[in-house]
């Protein structure tokens, strides 16, 4: 018995200091040397501030202009979403931060502290292990960003949107704000005034990547907004998975992310985008994500929101030619103190084409789960398919869930198929675990990670060994 | 060495009381059958052994080996020694039988201490053929889907695997045709040993000319209110729980 006693209590303390590690990994800083800083406050100073860092042309320059004007013309979308948008203070937000310099292709190169960020975030460590190609970005602008050299030779472009820009004009602009116009919402209008950093990816005709790529998004400084801009374009029957990661400090003011990211999957083509968003508590997290299929295509959005304070998020595909297909899984959690807003969009724009959204939410503590769904299958259309399935589970009764699915289906030579369940963790299965020898923290997260277990299997493996330890630290940290 | 229950009292959340002080003392290497009608305690009093919340003891003990544990969670009871095999198992969805077990056995290990994967298949497949369970139910989801006999097999696979000192069966007969009683008892017969004491909670008789028991106790209206030897359940077969009522025995 004393053995027993005495080693438990030794391995507490190291339980404790691995769940501090972990629990605090994302949350330190360094202090900011930024050359660049657009100042607190938006206005079309600011925009020209921007312009004239980054030296865009002058169609970008334009184009941001009249996305300022649209996001200062579009009111706060409170009538349907939360009131808590009204606590962004768009005034007391910084909305450019860099150092002036251009991204590194090697680690190298990169500054010393920024280099230590990305090493205690995992990113070279994961980039040796299993990636294709890594783009960084710390604060406004890329630190480092790199490819692997075959893929130079086979024609794959993945470099930053200035780059891109830039660079392969040709490419970037029939797409660029195509797939979400500035006027689409709120958010992406101010995301086309201020974009910097995120990446723009070319896969040509017929290239598979057998490896991700991944973009990872790290927010260092203060009273910050970071507004990455990322555009893929997979051409004619190519494949590509990209995924992207992020963490912030956490700090007592809020912070602003509103990323747009447009997904363009032409003929026979294949993208997959894998999100673990795991920013910290006093972030806003408001990001538009769309992409496009034509013919026989395919746009696979795998999204798992943990962190943020709000998150508003409804990834969505338009199946624009015939066959293609669109599929949302999301897994979302939330805790006390954060919102998970999120859900799907499907568009069927073309004959024969299927859609499938797989939602499971989890609530804990006072923590909020919403579900928003659209399906629209117009009347002309025939042979369209959609399977919508979304799942909430709660952990306590404070928590609270709600579920808005819109299916909006003409025509009768369509298929559709919604379920919907919300389900808790009862007494007696936390009892029936329990009696077995787990305590409830260990018990709680079993059931959790069974109610998610099909969904975190779509997730690579990498991602999923992580997934499955934030979420049992998040289940620790919520009993008792 | 024993699980020794002494005048236990416990009440509902909302003030009944379903246990009116309960002694029992089961030491190790005996089997102990609790027969009694529905509603007499015998479940509760399973559940407040385990140290389920929503009974609340108001009076008398529980040790184990002599130790008080009405202060320890359902959790650390487990891991003392206590097992309890349910009368309706919970389902646990998306999480697979040999996870769940693996989970359960890996909670007694000091941290840091992994279980030995292919120890653990080989001990888990030689309890399964003994049960004649099929394979197929270690990637199975606990409980999820299976019929009432497999959950009851799917208890007494728990049992065998984490090894218990206290065995505490409620109405783990239930529900089972001849053929899963006869396996189910091959199980609990197999864990016979002069180290571990067995509880066994039925509502008939059939079960205990598979599992022989030591002594055999009524229980009614929370209390027990005969005790005897083997045939003791035999005549309660007989004369039905009516007979429990006639003043001579109260």
Redesign the interface.
Known sequence: MLTEDTASAVLDDETKDAINVDRTKGDFTFPERNKFDAGWGLSSKTVDYICDVKQDPDWVREFRHKALAVFESKPMPTNWATEDLNNIHFDKIRYYLSDGEKPKRTWDDVPPEVLETFERLGVPQQERAFLAGVEAQYDSEAAYSNMDEELKKMGVIFVTSAEGLKEHEEIFRPWFGKVIPTGDNKFSALNSAVFSGGSFIYIPKGVKLKQPLQAYFRINSESFGQFERTLIIADEGSEIMYMEGCTAPKFDTSTLHSAVVELVALKGAKIQYITVQNWSGNVFNLVTKRGIAMEDAEVRWIDCNIGSRLTMKYPGVVMKGERARGEVISIALANTGQHQDTGAKMIHAADNTTSNVVSKSISVGEGRSTYRGQVHIPKHLKGCKNNTECDALLINSHSRTDTYPAITVKGNQHATQHEASVSQVSEEMLFYMQQRGLDEGQAMSLAVNGFINDLVREFPMEYSVELKRLIDLEMEGSVG | MSLKIDNLHATLENGTEILKGVSLEIPAGEIHAIMGPNGSGKSTLSKVI?G???YIPTAGTVTLDGADISEM???ER??AGI??A?QY???????SNA???R???Q??L???EEIDAVAYYKSLYEKMDLLEMDRKFTAR?VNEGFSGGEKKRNEIL?MMM?DPKYCVMDETDSGLDIDALKIVAKGVNAMRSPDRGMLLITHYQRLLDYIKPDHVHVMSEGRIVKSGGPELALELEEKGYDFLKEPALA
């Open positions: 385990a389920h919340e929503s969670s359902i959790d487990s891991r097992f309890l349910f198992p919970n389902e646990v969805p998306g999480v996870n769940f077990i989970a359960a056995l909670s007694r000091p941290k840091g989801a728990q984490l």
